[in-house]
Nanobody, 117 residues
Framework: QVQLVESGGGLVQAGGSLRLSCAAS????????MGWYRQAPGKQRELVAL???????NYLDSVKGRFTISRDNAKNTVYLQMNSLKPEDTAKYYC???????????WGQGTQVTVSS
């Protein structure tokens, strides 16, 4: 079964940047709308960014202008460039198909992002 593996997280100071990657272990359909999600301790998972097959994007209001989602279908990889990070961005970040043929894939382990003030 295809697995999603997130990487690129870490500890960064406020104002810093990180680039997250999400690689699928096998082929996934390029028609999927892919999403980056995050979950902070004690909070529900929230959708941070979406990218469609046609590369249209949508963002959570609090990250607009700071985060950029992109995808490389040939590499089965989705990215999240995060700039001007804030302590409130601290969470575990996951990628997953938001909709499309692979929307029932199991969730990956996520990658932890910690932003210090």
């Amino acid at each position: 079964q295809v697995q999603l593996v997130e990487s690129g997280g870490g500890l960064v100071q406020a104002g810093g940047s990180l680039r997250l990657s999400c690689a699928a272990s096998g082929s996934i359909f390029s028609s999927n709308v892919m999403g980056w999600y995050r979950q902070a301790p004690g909070k529900q998972r929230e959708l941070v960014a979406l990218i469609t097959a046609g590369r249209n994007t949508n963002y959570l209001d609090s990250v607009k202008g700071r985060f950029t989602i992109s995808r490389d279908n040939a590499k089965n990889t989705v990215y999240l460039q995060m700039n001007s990070l804030k302590p409130e961005d601290t969470a575990k970040y996951y990628c997953h198909p938001h909709s499309g043929p692979d929307r029932y894939l199991p969730w990956g382990q996520g990658t932890q992002v910690t932003v210090s003030s």
